[in-house]
Nanobody
Framework: QVQLVESGGGLVQPGGSLTLSCTASGTDFSAYDLAWYRQGQGKQREVVATISISTYTDYAPSVLGRFYIYRDDPRNIMFLRMNSLEPEDTAVYYC???????????WGRGTQVTVST
């Protein structure tokens, strides 16, 4: 399956911004629908944003207007730009890739985002 590696997490103050990246290896990114998930402490994993092969995007209501998902298929990189971060955004963020036709999917290991003073 495709291997995914996230980067860009860290500690940021409320109102700040971070950009997460997800780099894929072992496959052509262009054949996969992609998504960012997150899981806060003691919470269930939830979808944050999705982007299809055709670049159709969808966002969780809690991040709509603040987060932006985009992809660079020639470089096999997908990004999540996070603006106006809130303490409630604190979570481990995971990259997800899915090829429905091939039945192949993969999760990254996750990157920690902490929003705190």
């Amino acid at each position: 399956q495709v291997q995914l590696v996230e980067s860009g997490g860290g500690l940021v103050q409320p109102g700040g911004s971070l950009t997460l990246s997800c780099t894929a290896s072992g496959t052509d990114f262009s054949a996969y629908d992609l998504a960012w998930y997150r899981q806060g402490q003691g919470k269930q994993r939830e979808v944050v944003a999705t982007i299809s092969i055709s670049t159709y995007t969808d966002y969780a209501p809690s991040v709509l207007g603040r987060f932006y998902i985009y992809r660079d298929d020639p470089r096999n990189i997908m990004f999540l730009r996070m603006n106006s971060l809130e303490p409630e955004d604190t979570a481990v963020y995971y990259c997800y890739a899915h090829n429905r036709k091939l039945g192949v999917q993969s999760w990254g290991r996750g990157t920690q985002v902490t929003v705190s003073t």
